[in-house]
Protein backbone atom coordinates (compact mmCIF):
# COMPACT_ATOMS: atom_id res chain seq x y z
CA UNK A 1 0.00 0.00 0.00
CA UNK A 2 0.94 3.57 -1.13
CA UNK A 3 -1.24 5.49 0.78
CA UNK A 4 0.49 8.04 3.58
CA UNK A 5 -0.55 6.67 7.16
CA UNK A 6 -1.06 10.48 8.15
CA UNK A 7 -4.87 11.43 9.02
CA UNK A 8 -5.32 14.55 10.36
CA UNK A 9 -6.83 14.28 14.28
CA UNK A 10 -10.50 14.95 13.59
CA UNK A 11 -12.91 13.28 15.79
CA UNK A 12 -14.24 10.61 12.71
CA UNK A 13 -10.07 9.38 12.63
CA UNK A 14 -9.57 9.51 16.18
CA UNK A 15 -12.15 7.02 16.79
CA UNK A 16 -10.41 4.87 13.65
CA UNK A 17 -7.45 5.41 15.58
CA UNK A 18 -8.98 4.25 18.76
CA UNK A 19 -10.28 1.25 17.14
CA UNK A 20 -7.20 0.28 15.64
CA UNK A 21 -5.57 0.44 19.36
CA UNK A 22 -8.73 -2.06 20.71
CA UNK A 23 -7.52 -4.18 17.39
CA UNK A 24 -3.86 -4.61 18.71
CA UNK A 25 -2.92 -2.06 16.41
CA UNK A 26 -0.04 0.28 16.56
CA UNK A 27 -1.37 3.98 16.71
CA UNK A 28 1.11 7.62 16.73
CA UNK A 29 -0.34 10.28 17.91
CA UNK A 30 0.16 13.97 19.36
CA UNK A 31 0.93 14.44 22.94
CA UNK A 32 1.72 17.87 24.48
CA UNK A 33 5.57 17.08 24.56
CA UNK A 34 6.47 14.78 21.90
CA UNK A 35 4.26 12.17 19.35
CA UNK A 36 3.91 9.06 21.30
CA UNK A 37 3.70 5.54 19.34
CA UNK A 38 0.55 3.55 21.14
CA UNK A 39 -0.59 0.37 21.47
CA UNK A 40 -2.89 -1.46 24.15
CA UNK A 41 -0.62 -1.61 27.10
CA UNK A 42 -2.52 -4.69 28.28
CA UNK A 43 -1.93 -6.49 24.95
CA UNK A 44 1.47 -8.42 24.91
CA UNK A 45 1.42 -8.31 21.13
CA UNK A 46 0.05 -5.22 20.24
CA UNK A 47 3.01 -3.75 22.43
CA UNK A 48 5.66 -6.51 21.06
CA UNK A 49 4.74 -4.47 17.92
CA UNK A 50 6.25 -1.19 19.42
CA UNK A 51 9.25 -2.33 20.09
CA UNK A 52 9.57 -4.19 16.54
CA UNK A 53 8.57 -1.03 15.12
CA UNK A 54 11.09 1.24 16.38
CA UNK A 55 13.86 -1.07 16.80
CA UNK A 56 13.95 -0.14 20.28
CA UNK A 57 15.78 -3.04 22.94
CA UNK A 58 13.18 -4.89 24.88
CA UNK A 59 14.84 -3.64 28.21
CA UNK A 60 13.73 -0.11 27.59
CA UNK A 61 10.61 -0.07 29.13
CA UNK A 62 7.69 2.17 27.92
CA UNK A 63 5.19 5.16 29.68
CA UNK A 64 1.63 4.06 30.20
CA UNK A 65 -0.89 6.46 28.88
CA UNK A 66 -3.89 6.86 31.17
CA UNK A 67 -7.11 9.90 30.66
CA UNK A 68 -8.44 9.10 34.55
CA UNK A 69 -7.80 8.00 37.76
CA UNK A 70 -9.97 5.01 37.37
CA UNK A 71 -7.65 3.89 35.00
CA UNK A 72 -5.06 3.91 37.01
CA UNK A 73 -5.90 1.50 39.71
CA UNK A 74 -5.84 -1.52 36.89
CA UNK A 75 -2.08 -0.53 36.62
CA UNK A 76 -0.84 -0.37 40.45
CA UNK A 77 -2.30 -1.00 44.11
CA UNK A 78 0.30 1.12 45.60
CA UNK A 79 -0.73 4.89 45.76
CA UNK A 80 0.62 7.07 48.47
CA UNK A 81 -0.29 10.37 49.59
CA UNK A 82 2.64 12.01 47.75
CA UNK A 83 1.34 10.37 44.64
CA UNK A 84 -1.75 12.09 45.28
CA UNK A 85 -0.28 15.48 45.90
CA UNK A 86 1.99 15.24 42.41
CA UNK A 87 -1.15 14.22 40.52
CA UNK A 88 -3.26 16.45 41.82
CA UNK A 89 -1.24 19.24 40.85
CA UNK A 90 0.45 17.88 37.62
CA UNK A 91 -2.09 15.93 36.03
CA UNK A 92 -3.34 15.95 33.45
CA UNK A 93 0.65 17.10 31.77
CA UNK A 94 4.20 16.08 30.99
CA UNK A 95 5.02 14.54 34.63
CA UNK A 96 5.29 10.77 34.49
CA UNK A 97 5.26 9.21 37.89
CA UNK A 98 6.93 5.30 38.47
CA UNK A 99 4.64 2.89 40.69
CA UNK A 100 4.85 -0.58 41.78
CA UNK A 101 2.76 -2.40 39.14
CA UNK A 102 0.23 -4.71 39.54
CA UNK A 103 -0.27 -8.45 37.86
CA UNK A 104 -2.38 -6.52 35.34
CA UNK A 105 0.54 -5.14 33.53
CA UNK A 106 2.38 -7.25 30.99
CA UNK A 107 6.45 -7.22 31.67
CA UNK A 108 7.29 -6.40 27.77
CA UNK A 109 5.14 -2.96 28.66
CA UNK A 110 7.68 -2.38 31.78
CA UNK A 111 10.48 -3.76 30.35
CA UNK A 112 10.85 -6.64 32.89
CA UNK A 113 10.80 -4.28 35.73
CA UNK A 114 8.28 -4.59 38.79
CA UNK A 115 7.39 -0.75 38.19
CA UNK A 116 5.00 1.00 35.56
CA UNK A 117 5.40 4.20 34.37
CA UNK A 118 2.55 6.46 33.75
CA UNK A 119 1.48 9.62 33.28
CA UNK A 120 -2.31 11.25 32.21
CA UNK A 121 -0.77 13.55 28.87
CA UNK A 122 -2.86 17.30 28.15
CA UNK A 123 -3.13 16.88 24.97
CA UNK A 124 -6.93 16.74 23.88
CA UNK A 125 -6.35 14.52 21.17
CA UNK A 126 -4.12 11.86 23.25
CA UNK A 127 -6.59 12.13 26.55
CA UNK A 128 -9.67 11.55 23.74
CA UNK A 129 -7.77 8.74 21.76
CA UNK A 130 -7.45 7.10 25.43
CA UNK A 131 -10.94 7.63 26.24
CA UNK A 132 -12.13 6.23 22.79
CA UNK A 133 -10.03 3.12 22.76
CA UNK A 134 -10.91 2.17 26.73
CA UNK A 135 -7.59 0.81 26.90
CA UNK A 136 -4.26 2.47 29.00
CA UNK A 137 -2.02 3.43 26.31
CA UNK A 138 1.27 2.24 26.34
CA UNK A 139 3.48 4.69 24.29
CA UNK A 140 7.23 5.42 23.56
CA UNK A 141 8.10 8.33 21.52
CA UNK A 142 7.37 8.03 17.80
CA UNK A 143 11.13 7.63 16.69
CA UNK A 144 13.48 5.01 15.79
CA UNK A 145 15.49 4.18 18.81
CA UNK A 146 18.43 6.69 19.30
CA UNK A 147 17.05 9.45 17.45
CA UNK A 148 15.54 12.29 18.54
CA UNK A 149 11.92 12.34 19.23
CA UNK A 150 9.53 13.59 16.67
CA UNK A 151 7.55 17.08 17.56
CA UNK A 152 5.73 16.86 14.08
CA UNK A 153 3.70 13.83 12.38
CA UNK A 154 5.97 14.34 9.46
CA UNK A 155 8.79 13.29 11.65
CA UNK A 156 6.86 10.51 12.37
CA UNK A 157 6.35 9.80 8.69
CA UNK A 158 10.07 9.98 7.68
CA UNK A 159 11.29 7.68 10.61
CA UNK A 160 8.25 4.74 10.98
CA UNK A 161 6.59 5.42 7.87
CA UNK A 162 3.98 1.94 7.10
CA UNK A 163 5.40 0.33 10.04
CA UNK A 164 2.83 1.92 11.88
CA UNK A 165 -0.81 1.49 11.27
CA UNK A 166 -1.65 5.23 11.34
CA UNK A 167 -0.10 8.81 12.11
CA UNK A 168 -2.85 11.58 13.68
CA UNK A 169 -1.95 14.37 13.06
CA UNK A 170 -2.99 17.61 14.73
CA UNK A 171 0.86 19.67 14.15
CA UNK A 172 3.51 21.16 16.06
CA UNK A 173 3.37 19.75 19.77
CA UNK A 174 3.11 22.39 22.30
CA UNK A 175 6.10 21.17 24.70
CA UNK A 176 8.43 19.84 22.08
CA UNK A 177 10.51 17.72 25.05
CA UNK A 178 9.53 14.72 26.84
CA UNK A 179 7.94 14.68 30.56
CA UNK A 180 9.61 14.25 33.24
CA UNK A 181 10.03 10.96 35.14
CA UNK A 182 10.04 10.35 39.14
CA UNK A 183 10.24 8.02 41.45
CA UNK A 184 8.91 8.38 45.11
CA UNK A 185 10.51 6.46 47.98
CA UNK A 186 9.46 6.79 51.09
CA UNK A 187 10.02 11.23 51.63
CA UNK A 188 11.79 11.01 48.55
CA UNK A 189 11.47 11.95 44.74
CA UNK A 190 14.25 10.98 42.60
CA UNK A 191 14.38 12.82 38.72
CA UNK A 192 14.62 9.66 36.55
CA UNK A 193 14.78 11.67 33.61
CA UNK A 194 14.45 15.70 33.06
CA UNK A 195 11.56 17.19 31.18
CA UNK A 196 8.87 18.98 30.77
CA UNK A 197 7.95 19.98 34.35
CA UNK A 198 10.37 21.35 36.19
CA UNK A 199 12.01 19.97 39.02
CA UNK A 200 11.78 23.07 40.72
CA UNK A 201 7.73 23.05 40.63
CA UNK A 202 8.05 19.43 42.24
CA UNK A 203 9.58 20.59 44.98
CA UNK A 204 7.32 23.89 45.60
CA UNK A 205 4.38 21.45 45.25
CA UNK A 206 5.30 18.77 47.48
CA UNK A 207 7.73 20.54 50.02
CA UNK A 208 10.26 17.97 49.20
CA UNK A 209 13.73 17.96 47.57
CA UNK A 210 14.08 16.22 44.31
CA UNK A 211 16.94 13.86 44.15
CA UNK A 212 18.53 14.21 40.52
CA UNK A 213 21.20 11.70 39.44
CA UNK A 214 19.23 8.49 39.67
CA UNK A 215 19.64 7.73 35.68
CA UNK A 216 20.83 4.38 36.36
CA UNK A 217 17.63 3.52 37.61
CA UNK A 218 15.76 4.26 34.64
CA UNK A 219 16.68 1.83 31.94
CA UNK A 220 16.19 3.81 28.89
CA UNK A 221 18.51 6.66 29.89
CA UNK A 222 21.97 5.42 27.74
CA UNK A 223 23.90 7.76 26.24
CA UNK A 224 22.98 8.02 22.68
CA UNK A 225 19.42 8.03 23.69
CA UNK A 226 18.83 11.55 21.36
CA UNK A 227 21.32 11.57 18.38
CA UNK A 228 20.84 13.08 15.24
CA UNK A 229 23.36 10.91 12.66
CA UNK A 230 25.04 14.60 12.03
CA UNK A 231 28.04 14.88 15.06
CA UNK A 232 26.24 17.40 17.47
CA UNK A 233 29.17 19.75 19.06
CA UNK A 234 28.51 21.63 22.32
CA UNK A 235 29.53 25.06 22.63
CA UNK A 236 28.93 27.29 26.09
CA UNK A 237 30.17 30.23 24.41
CA UNK A 238 30.15 31.45 20.73
CA UNK A 239 34.04 32.13 20.99
CA UNK A 240 34.63 28.26 20.47
CA UNK A 241 32.74 29.02 16.84
CA UNK A 242 36.53 29.96 15.14
CA UNK A 243 38.35 26.82 16.38
CA UNK A 244 35.11 24.64 15.05
CA UNK A 245 35.44 26.56 12.04
CA UNK A 246 39.19 25.50 11.39
CA UNK A 247 38.10 21.91 10.92
CA UNK A 248 34.55 22.16 9.46
CA UNK A 249 33.90 23.94 5.99
CA UNK A 250 30.02 23.32 6.36
CA UNK A 251 28.28 23.54 9.73
CA UNK A 252 24.88 24.60 11.44
CA UNK A 253 25.11 27.06 14.05
CA UNK A 254 22.22 26.82 16.61
CA UNK A 255 22.49 29.55 19.76
CA UNK A 256 20.23 30.00 22.57
CA UNK A 257 18.73 33.63 21.62
CA UNK A 258 19.06 35.43 18.54
CA UNK A 259 23.00 36.67 17.86
CA UNK A 260 24.69 38.72 15.64
CA UNK A 261 26.75 36.29 13.38
CA UNK A 262 30.04 37.77 12.06
CA UNK A 263 30.38 38.81 7.98
CA UNK A 264 33.03 36.35 7.39
CA UNK A 265 31.52 33.15 8.95
CA UNK A 266 28.47 33.62 6.41
CA UNK A 267 29.91 30.93 3.90
CA UNK A 268 30.58 28.20 5.97
CA UNK A 269 27.75 28.24 8.40
CA UNK A 270 24.25 28.14 8.47
CA UNK A 271 22.92 29.93 11.48
CA UNK A 272 19.40 29.48 13.59
CA UNK A 273 18.46 29.81 17.35
CA UNK A 274 16.66 28.41 19.81
CA UNK A 275 14.38 31.30 21.07
CA UNK A 276 14.75 34.80 19.55
CA UNK A 277 14.78 36.69 22.99
CA UNK A 278 15.63 33.39 24.89
CA UNK A 279 12.68 31.98 26.48
CA UNK A 280 13.56 28.53 27.72
CA UNK A 281 10.17 27.05 27.35
CA UNK A 282 10.27 28.26 23.28
CA UNK A 283 13.90 27.13 23.16
CA UNK A 284 12.26 23.64 24.57
CA UNK A 285 9.15 23.42 21.47
CA UNK A 286 11.98 23.79 18.75
CA UNK A 287 14.87 21.89 20.40
CA UNK A 288 14.30 18.43 18.47
CA UNK A 289 13.02 20.29 15.36
CA UNK A 290 16.27 21.76 15.16
CA UNK A 291 17.93 18.34 15.13
CA UNK A 292 15.76 17.04 12.80
CA UNK A 293 15.74 19.91 10.20
CA UNK A 294 19.67 20.19 10.13
CA UNK A 295 20.11 16.66 10.26
CA UNK A 296 18.65 16.43 6.70
CA UNK A 297 21.18 18.85 5.16
CA UNK A 298 24.11 16.82 5.01
CA UNK A 299 26.26 18.85 7.14
CA UNK A 300 29.48 18.13 8.85
CA UNK A 301 28.26 19.07 12.17
CA UNK A 302 25.81 20.62 14.16
CA UNK A 303 26.72 23.12 16.65
CA UNK A 304 24.64 24.03 19.52
CA UNK A 305 25.29 26.85 22.18
CA UNK A 306 23.63 25.23 25.64
CA UNK A 307 21.31 27.60 27.27
CA UNK A 308 21.17 28.82 31.03
CA UNK A 309 21.25 25.39 33.59
CA UNK A 310 18.04 26.07 35.60
CA UNK A 311 14.31 25.35 35.02
CA UNK A 312 13.66 23.63 31.74
CA UNK A 313 17.26 25.03 31.17
CA UNK A 314 18.36 21.70 32.69
CA UNK A 315 16.08 19.17 30.72
CA UNK A 316 17.32 20.71 27.50
CA UNK A 317 20.94 20.95 28.44
CA UNK A 318 20.99 17.08 29.21
CA UNK A 319 19.29 16.38 25.73
CA UNK A 320 22.15 18.28 23.90
CA UNK A 321 24.71 16.40 26.25
CA UNK A 322 23.38 13.13 25.13
CA UNK A 323 23.35 14.39 21.52
CA UNK A 324 26.71 15.04 21.48
CA UNK A 325 28.23 11.99 23.40
CA UNK A 326 28.04 10.00 20.32
CA UNK A 327 30.48 12.12 18.12
CA UNK A 328 32.55 13.00 21.34
CA UNK A 329 33.38 9.26 22.13
CA UNK A 330 33.67 8.55 18.00
CA UNK A 331 36.81 10.89 18.57
CA UNK A 332 38.15 8.78 21.76
O1 LIG B 1 6.71 12.81 27.03
C1 LIG B 1 6.88 11.60 27.06
O2 LIG B 1 7.17 11.00 28.10
C2 LIG B 1 6.71 10.84 25.75
C3 LIG B 1 5.25 10.92 25.32
C4 LIG B 1 4.95 10.08 24.12
O3 LIG B 1 4.45 10.58 26.39
N1 LIG B 1 7.13 9.47 25.89
C5 LIG B 1 8.44 9.12 26.02
O4 LIG B 1 8.63 7.75 26.07
O5 LIG B 1 9.33 9.92 26.06
P1 LIG B 1 10.05 7.06 25.83
O6 LIG B 1 9.77 5.64 25.65
O7 LIG B 1 10.76 7.68 24.73
O8 LIG B 1 10.76 7.16 27.18
C6 LIG B 1 10.30 6.37 28.24
C7 LIG B 1 11.34 6.24 29.27
C8 LIG B 1 12.17 4.98 29.15
O9 LIG B 1 13.22 5.12 28.26
C9 LIG B 1 12.66 4.81 30.57
O10 LIG B 1 13.82 5.57 30.74
C10 LIG B 1 11.54 5.42 31.39
O11 LIG B 1 10.70 6.08 30.52
N2 LIG B 1 10.75 4.40 32.05
C11 LIG B 1 9.66 3.75 31.61
N3 LIG B 1 9.22 2.87 32.50
C12 LIG B 1 10.05 2.95 33.55
C13 LIG B 1 10.13 2.28 34.80
N4 LIG B 1 9.26 1.34 35.14
N5 LIG B 1 11.13 2.61 35.63
C14 LIG B 1 12.01 3.56 35.30
N6 LIG B 1 11.99 4.24 34.14
C15 LIG B 1 11.02 3.92 33.27
MG1 LIG C 1 12.12 8.22 23.47
Known amino acids: MDTSPILPATEENIRKAASIIREGGIVAFPTETVYGLGADALNERAVARIFEAKERPLFDPLIVHIASREQLKILTDHIS ?33 DTVAVRMPSHPVALRLIEASGRPIAAPSANRFGYPSPTRAEHVLKQLGNRVDLILDAGKTPHGIESTIIYVEGETIYLLRAGATPPEDIERVTGLKVVRKARRMSPGQL ?110
Open 81 to 113: DIHRKLMDAFWPGPLTIVFRKSPAVPYITTGGL
Open 223 to 332: PYHYSPATPVILIESLREVEEILRKFERIALITFRREEIPEKWKDKVIYDYLSEEGDLREAASNLFDRMHRYDEMSLQAIVFQKVPDRGLGIAINERLLKASMRYASDRR
